[in-house]
């Protein structure tokens, strides 16, 4: 299946539309990082891949941490939706762990995140109400029924008003 295809099929559902640009995206970021500046037991920071890089990176920079790691997972392929794949995991229970990731919309990837490091701080810069239970920090969130499009995903072009006109 193509990405704009599965893109399309996984938006089904959604009525709101959320446009985040790379500018609005350092800025939560980096807001989120403000709100974990007093945790003192942070040695390390975990991205959950992929969506987590982006904020990871700059939440590290921020806290002036440089040992970072990744826990990589599928949420979905071609066969199988929904179901949660590890790829990669980081090894201990969490202790000392920020992990740090994009979204959380259903809590289903945070859920086998903290399955096993149930121990670390889990922080995303966007919450739903569905997922927000599973995470410790978040910024800002956002209505359960919102695609979120983040700027890795996205390229400027042109958009039809509101209301009425072509142009």
């Given amino acids: 299946m193509a990405d704009a295809e599965r893109d399309a099929e996984l938006q089904q559902g959604y ?18 990082a403000w709100r974990l500046s007093s945790l003192s037991h942070v040695r390390g920071v975990v991205a959950v891949t992929r969506g987590g890089l982006v904020p990871a990176a700059i939440v590290a920079r921020e806290l002036d941490i440089r040992l970072i790691d990744t826990f990589c997972v599928s949420t979905y392929d ?6 949660v794949k590890v790829l990669k995991a980081v090894e201990g229970d969490g202790e000392g ?8 919309d259903t ?5 086998v995140v903290r399955e096993r490091l149930p121990k670390a701080h889990f922080a995303t810069v966007y919450a739903k109400p569905a997922g927000r239970p599973m995470v410790d920090s978040y910024v800002t969130e956002v209505s359960q029924d919102t695609w979120i499009h983040f700027p890795w995903d996205t390229e400027a ?11």
């Fill in 15 to 32: 009525t709101r539309h959320f446009p985040v640009s790379w500018q609005e995206l350092h800025r939560d970021a980096k807001a989120l």
């Fill in 97 to 104: 762990l920020l992990i740090v990731d994009d979204l959380v």
């Fill in 157 to 167: 072009q042109y958009v039809a008003p509101i209301r009425g006109g072509h142009g």
């Fill in 78 to 83: 071609d066969e199988v939706r929904g179901e």
């Fill in 107 to 111: 809590g289903a990837t945070a859920k």
